[in-house]
């Protein structure tokens, strides 16, 4: 019974380190590529494609048809003959009906495309919107990765904040008692007391804000990776120094290079599609029919009253004036024109983008370095302070303003951090680099 207790309690250890075990940045992303719903639905749109391919193929294909039938006539339809056809005069017309009360049909027909030209072409047409997908879902993927890398940068800029709130905070506590000690032997009045308590409570509710925008980054990075909202996520700290390797925009490493070329392959091929409708096509066409006639409906199960026939031939149609579809040609010869157009203005707007990024960056990198510098200059500022408050020289003028520096400070470093990280991000993005984490 004690082997079964303790087993049951290594169990225990087991499985709560492996769900208290932090989660790297790649292992985020491994996450993200597996349970991110948009990018499952974008694969979604992959198997569509190759659906609709195998569709248009499909066409190349006989196709066969089963048609049963059977008619009851109340009225039998009659058809005028020529009257001399029977020995009747020049001139009259005699009414002969035309099957019987009961008739029946029993058909197959074959439809077989020998040669369609637009067939050809709507199934190349297809093939490369299949591609188009595919380069569809891979664009997602980067730029899905691109934001789970943002996210997880900042949850970890996020926690470093709450912990340098958390020691501000603890800072402050020591001074406070401090004060309340000088305040319980009499040695400085109630309103420097308030102004003390003013002062703690404004370095805890910049505790409680922080933790605020760092649960609400941690949310971010769940929706980016698929994670249950209601789970906790503990990721590993890793040492961020952002620096740019290549600084020169190339439109074949940007991440929807594919995917934007194929937009053009469509065109083109649309185009392509739309002029074959042009072009002759030659079918094979059969059918064998047996047809059954009878005054009353039992009758027509008995073979003599069942007539055969069929044939089989080839049809060659060509398109003559086809008003319409000239429209659509011409329509089709613009839409391939703008489509090259419009990959030229998609690449000059990400180019503008690039080297905007590249120039915030650069400024912001250059002003993070001052401003780290000035938090330094704060944060020894607030060492002196504790430092003069143990010797009885309490300043609360100094120790309010040493807060508002700091925080201030503080908050403009962050701010500038964060947005770095994000053109940092940004920039690699843009030039498909991966190799940013």
Not at 200 to 226: C, H, P, R, T
Not at 272 to 286: D, F, R
Request: aromatic fraction near 10%; include cysteine.
């Amino acid at each position: 019974m004690r082997r079964k207790i303790r087993l049951f309690l290594l169990l225990i250890i087991i499985a709560q380190s492996h769900f208290a075990q932090k989660m790297t940045l790649d292992d985020c992303i491994l996450f993200a590529e597996k349970h991110n719903k948009d990018l499952i639905n974008k694969l979604q749109n992959n198997i569509i494609s190759n659906i609709e391919h195998k569709e248009e193929i499909s066409k190349l294909f006989p196709m066969l048809n089963l048609n049963l039938g059977a008619d009851y006539y109340w009225k039998i339809p009659v058809q005028s003959y020529p009257g001399e056809l029977i020995g009747q005069p020049e001139g009259t017309s005699v009414a002969i009906p035309i099957g019987s009360t009961w008739m029946s049909e029993a058909t197959i027909e074959l439809k077989w495309k020998l040669l369609d030209f637009n067939v050809l072409q709507n199934i190349k047409l297809q093939s490369i919107k299949k591609e188009n997908s595919k380069y569809q879902h891979l664009s997602f993927s980067r730029i899905l990765q691109r934001n789970v890398i943002m996210a997880y940068y900042i949850v970890q800029v996020r926690k470093e904040e709450v912990s340098f709130v958390n020691d501000n905070l603890e800072y402050y506590i020591s001074v406070h008692n401090y004060i309340q000690q000088q305040y319980d032997k009499g040695l400085i009045d109630k309103i420097s007391m308030n102004q003390s308590q003013n002062i703690l409570s404004k370095y805890e509710e910049s505790v409680y804000k922080k933790k605020s925008e760092l649960a609400n980054s941690q949310i971010d990075l769940k929706f980016w990776m698929g994670y249950p909202f209601e789970d906790a996520l503990e990721i590993e700290n890793i040492n961020i120094k952002p620096s740019l390797e290549k600084i020169i925009f190339n439109e074949n490493d940007h991440p929807d290079y594919e995917y934007e070329k194929s937009k053009i392959d469509i065109s083109m091929q649309e185009y392509n599609s739309i002029k074959s409708t042009l072009l002759p096509s030659v079918s094979l066409i059969g059918n064998y029919a047996k047809s059954g006639f009878s005054e009353n409906f039992k009758n027509l199960t008995k073979s003599q009253s069942w007539y055969s026939s069929g044939f089989i031939g080839v049809r060659l149609c060509i398109p003559i004036v086809h008003p319409t579809n000239i429209a659509k040609i011409k329509k089709a010869k613009f839409q391939k024109k703008q489509s090259l157009l419009e990959y030229e203005i998609f690449f000059d707007k990400e180019k503008s983008n690039y080297l905007k990024n590249l120039n915030d960056f650069n400024n912001i990198s250059y002003n993070l370095k001052s401003n780290h510098e000035r938090l330094n200059l704060v944060e020894e500022n607030k060492t002196l302070s504790l430092s003069k408050v143990e010797k009885g020289l309490i300043d609360l003028i100094q120790l309010k303003d040493i807060q508002n520096e700091l925080l201030e400070t503080h908050e403009q470093y962050i701010i500038k951090q964060i947005n770095c990280l994000k053109l940092f991000v940004e920039i690699n993005y843009l030039q498909n680099n991966t190799n940013i984490k």
